[in-house]
């Protein structure tokens, strides 16, 4: 790519005045010494009368420009995504706890009939509607993945459909099933017939499979709250991310 700059008198292009400057010092030193000085005078004059400078920044306005043009929206797009991703995961991890470490859930509670009876029941109602949350959380958390580019992140995701196909049978005894791009359903009717035993196997405990999904989906969380804070910066060589800084700002920084 040249750009040729209006006010030097001689047109250089950025092409031609960059070229000079990727070469290294053995390179430099078996080039003819006339060459040299003719290099080292001419940069001296570029220096002297302001033409390098103006050069220089014409070259970074212009990549800037560009780059901003065609990346700026992609950036946005990809920051919205994770920022979904974030949000859905960290309700699938709530819902999943809600489940897997709330034994209250699973005790009978008191019921009060139409005749003024009482009886002991399984709350198959308010167990119903936290697996409905489940797998409405996990199903979104699915979806986003199909938006995002990180191994990281969707390592996890294999992780968590990899742990679903795992329980497949459990899930489909009280009504979940597995259906196209490993989405989860959940059937009311089944479910609420079921055995309130096998929701409690599947869904209680440190070590259960909502417990699993859980634990993935705070991973992931975690990752991509990570990506949507450092996706606005620079990395620098210390390893740290600059807010609001470019490359125009740095060599403005040298003239």
């Known amino acids: 790519m ?8 001689d047109s250089s292009s950025v092409s031609t005045l960059f070229s000079g400057l990727g070469k290294n010092n053995y390179t430099s030193k078996r080039t003819n010494s006339s060459q040299n000085d003719d290099f080292s ?3 001296y004059g570029s220096l002297r009368n302001g033409s390098y400078r103006k050069l220089v920044k014409a070259y970074y306005a212009k990549e800037t420009k560009t780059s901003q043009s065609v ?10 995504s994770y920022a979904k991703l974030k949000t859905d995961t960290s309700n699938l991890k709530t819902v999943a706890d809600s ?3 709330n034994s209250s859930l699973f005790d009978k509670k008191e019921v009060t009939k139409e005749d003024g009876t009482t009886e002991s029941e399984y709350d198959m109602d ?20 199909d938006k995002i580019n ?23 005894k009280i009504g979940i099933t597995i259906g196209e791009e490993n989405k989860l359903s959940i059937d009311e009717k089944t479910f609420k017939e079921g055995s309130v035993h096998d929701v409690k196997a599947l869904f209680y405990g440190s070590g259960s499979y909502a ?20 996706i606005s910066g620079l990395y620098t060589n210390e390893g740290s991310y600059l807010k ?9 920084a040298y003239f």
């Open 211 to 230: 417990s699993k999904i859980g634990n993935y989906a705070s991973k992931v969380e975690g990752y991509a709250a990570t990506a949507v804070s450092k």
């Open 2 to 9: 040249a750009l040729t700059v209006s006010t030097m008198s």
């Open 244 to 252: 609001g800084l470019n490359s125009t700002s740095v060599i403005d």
């Open 99 to 101: 489940l897997a470490f």
């Open 71 to 80: 990346t700026s929206d992609d950036k946005t797009a990809t920051k919205n």
């Open 41 to 43: 005078l001419s940069m």
């Open 150 to 172: 990180n191994s990281r992140m969707l390592q996890q995701g294999v992780f968590m459909t990899k742990a679903t196909k795992t329980f497949e049978a459990q899930l489909k």
């Open 126 to 145: 308010t167990l119903y509607s936290k697996a409905k949350s489940f797998v409405e959380s996990y199903n979104s958390s699915l979806e986003d993945f």
